[in-house]
């Protein structure tokens, strides 16, 4: 009885409800107005009592279908987020009461969504049993209590979809009735227009009641579309962190485990001897290869050593080479540079001596050029001479003259380059 009541309350006090009558009436507000009178808008919806119910359902259902869009976000976002730690294989029961307080540190909005519930219902189940028995079972009851939330989340919705064509009928009914009931052979004429009238209205409140039922239930549609794909999501995490996380035991195989745990604690003792004495085989045969390839190292290093000494030995000797050839190139290039320069000094002093000795001879034939223009005036005055002699018949004393003549001039010409080789 409290349950219905609470239900009731509820209902009452639907924020959806509410907000649509709020938006009926400002929707009236304006479509009463005298300007909006003669609109195919205000003709379609406030022509009958029928349409003002229909456009109040249409608002109840859209601000329904908006609020309900309006927290898939949110929903979604808890879907996705990171719930629990990571795991390394399956865990025992008694951990559940740590993973749920890890959960419970989440904000209020991310715990009460969808996921946040289902998450604290199942740990929470685990944690007051100690024990996961039967706990697939209890993942798969929280799931179908979630699907029949999910379900009776749109009840509301379907049913507002579901009554809007039957009141559009209702109102078309209704002003069929009205129409018609004035009807009568006598004032027919008069009547018709109210009739055709009446039936225009009819006809008005079915379309209006078809579109607005159309809407809403595409807009339903999506909404619950998508508020499936955040369940799906919600199922996916729920089997993927919890289904295969808690460790399960069956008290009738009991002892059996028992049994097996024992005989693999003891299988593993005896792996566990064998590998450390393997262990210890390897760690020897490893020392004595290192040792091996120490000593191995070792003389490689000596060879490389000496090897480097005896390249040193003969780079030094080389560069001792090297540097005797230099210093012997070198010494050869210095006489060969004093011998040259000898040569040199010695051509200059010869170049001297021949230039004087050209200075000599370029005097020499001054002075020879300045005796033959004398020896050619004398030779015209002996010639005039021995014309003169010639026609005088004194011969032989010219000839003996001349020859005196010749004498004297032959020594005065010898004593005139002696005195120019002594001047010079």
């Known amino acids: 009885m409290a349950g219905s009541r609470k239900t009731w309350s509820l209902l009452v006090a639907d924020p959806s409800l509410i907000f649509g009558l709020i938006s009926t009436g400002i929707f009236y507000s304006i479509i009463l107005q005298p300007g909006m009178s003669e609109t195919q808008l205000a003709r379609f919806t406030s022509e009958h009592a029928v349409e003002y119910v229909i456009v109040t359902l249409f608002f109840w259902g859209m601000v329904d279908i908006i609020m309900k869009l309006s927290s898939l976000p949110w929903a979604y976002i808890a879907a996705c987020h990171e719930w629990l730690p990571a795991r390394t294989g399956r865990e025992p029961a008694s951990k559940a009461r740590e993973l ?116 809403m239930m595409f807009a339903m549609f999506l909404c619950e579309r998508l508020d499936q794909s955040i369940v799906a999501t919600t199922d996916r995490l729920i089997d993927r962190e919890l289904l295969h996380r808690f460790e399960t035991q069956d008290a009738n195989f009991g002892p059996f485990l028992s049994v097996i745990q024992d005989a693999n604690r003891a299988t593993l003792d005896q792996i566990a001897q064998t590998l450390h004495e393997q262990v210890r085989t390897w760690a020897q045969s490893l020392d004595l290869l290192f040792g091996h390839f120490q000593e191995r190292q070792q003389l490689e290093s000596a060879r490389d050593r000496a090897a480097l000494d005896a390249l040193q030995q003969r780079h030094e000797a080389y560069e001792a080479a090297r540097e005797e050839q230099f210093q012997q190139l070198v010494s050869l290039v210095e006489a060969r540079q004093e011998q040259s320069w000898k040569q040199l000094q010695t051509t200059l002093e010869r170049a001297s001596l021949f230039r004087e000795e050209i200075g000599e001879l370029t005097k020499a034939l001054n002075a020879i050029a300045h005796g033959e223009g004398r020896l050619i005036e004398l030779q015209a005055t002996l010639s005039d001479n021995l014309r003169v002699l010639h026609e005088s018949s004194q011969m032989d004393s010219a000839m003996h003259g001349l020859t005196a003549a010749i004498h004297l001039m032959t020594t005065r010409n010898r004593q005139i380059n002696l005195s120019d080789a002594a001047a010079a």
Not at 155 to 162: A, C, D, E, G
Request: charged residues 20%; aromatic residues 8%; negative net charge.
């Open 100 to 215: 749920l307080d890890h959960i419970r540190q989440n904000p209020a909005w991310m715990l009460a969504s969808c996921t946040g519930r289902r998450l604290v219902h199942a740990l929470s189940l685990v944690a007051e049993k100690g024990t996961s028995d039967d706990y697939r079972e209890q993942l798969q009851h929280l799931a179908d209590m979630d699907d029949q939330e999910l379900h009776a989340k749109y009840t509301v919705l379907r049913f507002v979809i579901s009554v809007t064509p039957i009141l559009g009928f209702l109102g078309t009914v209704v002003h069929f009735g009205s129409a018609i009931g004035s009807f009568s052979f006598e004032n027919m004429d008069e009547k018709l227009p109210e009739i055709v009238a009446g039936m225009g209205t009819a006809f008005n409140t079915t379309s209006v009641a078809l579109a607005t039922a159309m809407t």
